[in-house]
């Protein structure tokens, strides 16, 4: 079973940036997704952006392409999401998860094929 520990978030004023960490703990990313995901008070959760660790690909939804970067580091242990020129829309819990490693490509930003998630860390952007 994968533990997947998320850390980074904060308050944060418009058009700042934070980083927000990944941990798989006490193991390495066995998936083929990891992704982050985000869930605003009354919304749905929504996809954020992905990580395939085969290749080093990268997806984005609309709203966050351009000021949002997923990474790894090499060992495997730690995703990250570094986020800057924050909005207000963007205040929600945002969450990492992983697939059981044999998700397809397709299902990257479809939230119930993920097997394994973090406990969530809240992001608030104040105006």
């Known amino acids: 079973q994968v533990q997947l520990v998320e850390s980074g978030g904060g308050l944060v004023q418009v058009g700042g940036s934070l980083r927000l960490s990944c941990a798989a703990a006490?193991?390495?990313?066995?998936?083929?997704?990891t992704s982050w995901f985000r869930q605003a008070p009354g919304k749905e959760r929504e996809f954020v952006a992905g990580l395939r660790w085969s290749g080093g690909n990268t997806y984005y939804s609309d709203s966050v392409k351009g000021r949002f970067t997923i990474s790894r580091d090499n060992a495997k242990t730690t995703v990250f999401l570094q986020m800057n020129n924050l909005k207000p829309e963007d205040t929600a819990v945002y969450y990492c998860a992983a697939d059981n490693g044999r998700m397809i490509l397709s299902s990257v930003r479809l939230g119930e094929q993920y097997r394994h998630w973090g406990q969530g860390t809240q992001v608030t952007v104040s105006s």
């Open positions: 006490g193991s390495t990313f066995s998936s083929r997704f």
